[in-house]
């Protein structure tokens, strides 16, 4: 839970401890713990909670959330009120949920009809990161729908508790307050400009002239804030007013903020319950939801929540700023009896569905809408069908997107993807020997056909009508190139077809070396290992293995810091390619330098992909260009491939099965062991979604992500099968499925 806190003094804090209490009691089988926001100056008051957050510190919140994730909790539930989070607007909050991994719920305890840009700006960035939304009010819920674009099915609308009295006692709770035989209004909570207080107290001399001992009580303290700025001159006005006015003797005034314990007390020993508020879009008021539930008869301006509670003649509603229409709803409850023990009794009525228990039960259900499913994986014995990698081709080659299971011919193919195909057909198992020869020859087609001669170097996109839309790819693109051409060369099933990828590999091999981009490089750097491997003394494929080799042993040597084992400051796509890339140059030429520091930073990588909780939490695309940072989402299926492929060179470099272990941590990720308990990939159609986003997954499945759902396959298969160990269809079936195996480690 994350909220401001008891001991703080104020609503919010007072709401977040309800919370937490009310849940301990009444529903116990949930467990919460809490960060408390507040400044750094009040840090030392909140021992018992579980965490601190100062408000103002960014250092603060990210801190805050790398504890959280670190935890693994199942729900993360966040308070939301513009004050309270640091930043214009509090806009702190953004940055720090955009770091949660865990499903987050937030309450809105204010949404605004008519906001600033950068408060919409807030509101709709909370909104497309929560996976549940709780409001007060339904005309919250609507403003949420209908101006800040929630979905209806996250929103969920609890009403603010309430304690649970019995109705009518105030008679007794009077004695107890020296005010027997007064006529009580009451108003409680932090008192501040905009609650309306010198409008009740210019309605008092017509409330005394026709009830003398009517006597008003105004409880609570003066908002921090407005002391820490301005003393208690709102205050004093309101008492020089009192005073003015001939009425400060039927004025009482408790200047301090009460528990809640004696804060019911106090309010069950009043009449009516005022609540003259000017803010008349306060969704709202846990005074007023306390103040009905109590059995009190209310008289309030038609703000928000008094509109939704007060109907069906549970308390009066009177236009705001006017002392007149107080003192006259006032006097009409206060000449009839009947009348106002008859809205005490439809206040305290329409209180039965708000008291704590029924809240309680409801944040219990919030809760428990909001948790991950749990997913059991299939075992990795079973193999997906191809027919989503078929669903994405035709004879130009593999087209890039899809909107949901239908392919997007608006953007056409790229050769990231061709490659990535051609090098899945070398790999796959169970296929037709002529399907494969057709299939490899339309991928291989296609990157024949992107080189472009004039700039010695691939193009990567094409349109539908075989248009190219660049005369030279990205430099990554042109790695991922000559990666599916030296492994085209090694693993191809047909000859002629090896022979071609040998050919197209010493082709592009002089138009890459002036390249320095770490990622195309290590992508470069697989195919050379693969070309090695087919013929040991290939003077270009030594060269870049080498060079790649040095080059990005240099880059780790210069930028890892003692928590930051990495070639750069920063996180991308494909992490796992550079220590894989080093692994491998490491094992081809017995650098043992190499080799232990691609293992180095696979471990650390490897590390920062698993979640607490044991799952595979690849760095989210959030994370991109920020430096020494890392963000849960986007999640793409690119990185569980670039894991399990890793894993695999590092098991073949040494063995240790924990590598196959990591392997089936990433590769379950396909099928729900993930921040989101939500299957991409199914094994009957062969498609895969298009990544784990805060709320689910991507429902589109474009080639990328169904390329790397099998060769993630392929790859771990291989792993498997190199494993050669006693009972490995047991351990298959047992890991598959996460249950632990006791296996040593070489």
Not at 21 to 48: C, G, M, S
Request: with cysteine.
């Amino acid at each position: 839970m994350i909220g401001t806190f008891a001991p703080r003094k104020c609503g919010i804090a007072t709401f977040t401890k309800d919370i937490f209490d009310q849940l301990l009691i009444h529903q116990p089988e949930i467990t919460a713990q809490v960060y408390a926001l507040d400044t750094r100056v009040n840090a030392a008051q909140y021992e018992a909670v579980t965490g601190f957050i100062d408000c103002d510190s960014p250092a603060s919140y990210a801190q805050a959330a790398q504890r959280i994730n670190a935890a693994g909790y199942d729900a993360v539930w966040l308070q939301h009120e513009f004050g309270i989070f640091g930043g214009p607007d509090g806009e702190m909050v953004c940055d720090f949920v955009d770091r949660l991994a865990a499903p987050l719920i937030v309450t809105f305890h204010t949404v605004l009809e008519s906001p600033s840009d950068n408060q919409r700006r807030i509101t709709e960035h909370l909104v497309t990161r929560a996976s549940r939304i709780m409001v007060m009010s339904q005309h919250g819920r609507d403003l949420l729908v209908d101006q800040f674009h929630a979905p209806a099915t996250l929103v969920e609308v609890i009403p603010h508790g309430a304690p649970d009295r019995p109705f009518g006692r105030e008679e007794l709770m009077k004695e107890r307050l020296n005010l027997s035989g007064k006529q009580v209004l009451m108003t409680f909570g932090l008192i501040g400009p905009g609650k309306g207080l010198e409008n009740a107290i210019e309605a008092l001399p017509a409330i005394v002239a026709s009830h003398p001992n009517a006597i008003y009580r105004i409880v609570g303290a003066t908002h921090p804030n407005l002391v820490r700025e301005q003393g208690e001159g709102y205050r004093d006005g309101l008492q020089a007013l009192a005073e003015r006015l001939g009425v400060a003797d039927h004025i009482q005034w408790e200047n301090r903020f009460l528990d809640t314990p004696e804060l019911l007390d106090q309010l069950e020993a009043c009449d009516i319950y005022l609540t003259p508020y000017f803010n008349l879009q306060q969704a709202t008021s846990g005074t007023l939801s306390y103040a009905v539930a109590l059995g009190k008869a209310v008289v309030s301006t038609p703000y928000v929540h008094a509109r939704e509670l007060l109907a069906d003649g549970a308390g009066v509603l009177v236009e705001p700023k006017s002392s007149e229409a107080i003192a006259q709803a006032v006097n009409r409850l206060l000449d009839d009896a009947d009348e106002l023990n008859g809205t005490k009794q439809r206040a305290f009525a329409a209180g039965r569905k708000t008291i704590w228990p029924h809240f309680a039960a409801a944040s219990a259900g919030l809760v428990r809408n909001t948790l991950n499913r749990r997913v059991a994986p299939p075992p990795v014995t079973a193999a997906p069908s191809l027919a989503g990698v078929w669903t994405m081709c035709d004879h130009t080659g593999m087209l890039q997107h899809g909107i949901g299971i239908v392919p997007d011919r608006r953007h056409g193919y790229c050769i990231d993807d061709n490659a990535r195909a051609l090098i899945l057909m070398n790999q796959v198992r169970d296929i037709i020997p002529s399907e494969r020869t057709r299939w490899s020859i339309v991928f291989a087609s296609f990157i024949q056909h992107a080189w472009n001669p004039d700039k010695q170097v691939f193009r990567n996109f094409m349109a539908f009508d075989r248009a190219w839309c660049e005369d030279a790819g990205s430099e990554d693109s042109n790695g991922r190139t000559i990666w599916a051409l030296g492994h085209t060369a090694a693993c191809a099933a047909d000859a002629d077809i090896r022979s071609w990828g040998r050919r197209w590999f010493e082709t592009a091999l002089p138009g890459f070396a002036k390249v320095d981009s770490p990622r195309a490089i290590a992508f470069a750097m697989l195919g050379a290992v693969h070309m090695l491997s087919a013929e040991p003394g290939h003077v270009g494929a030594k060269a870049l293995l080498e060079r790649g080799g040095a080059m990005l042993a240099h880059l780790l040597h210069h930028s890892r810091r003692p928590n930051w084992a990495w070639f750069e400051a920063v996180l991308g796509y494909d992490n796992p390619r550079l220590p894989q890339a080093l692994i491998e140059a490491g094992s081809a030429f017995g650098r043992q330098d190499w080799l232990q520091a691609g293992l180095e930073t696979l471990a650390w990588i490897a590390e920062r992909q698993t979640a607490a909780q044991g799952h595979f939490r690849p760095v989210g695309s959030d994370t991109f260009q920020k430096e020494y940072e890392q963000y849960p989402f986007d999640q793409q299926p690119l990185e569980a491939q670039a894991s399990v492929e890793a894993a695999h060179s590092a098991f073949l470099a040494t063995g240790d099965r924990r590598w196959i272990d990591h392997g089936l941590i990433a590769y379950r990720w396909y099928f729900g062991a993930n921040d989101r308990g939500e299957a991409l990939a199914d094994l009957k159609t062969g498609r895969c979604r298009d990544g784990v986003n805060r709320r689910g997954v991507n429902e589109n499945c474009g080639a990328e992500s169904i390329l790397a759902f099998h060769l993630a396959y392929a790859s771990l298969i291989e792993m498997l099968s190199n494993a050669k160990t006693d009972g490995l269809e047991r351990m298959l079936i047992e890991r598959s499925t996460g249950k632990p195996v006791a296996l040593a480690h070489s």
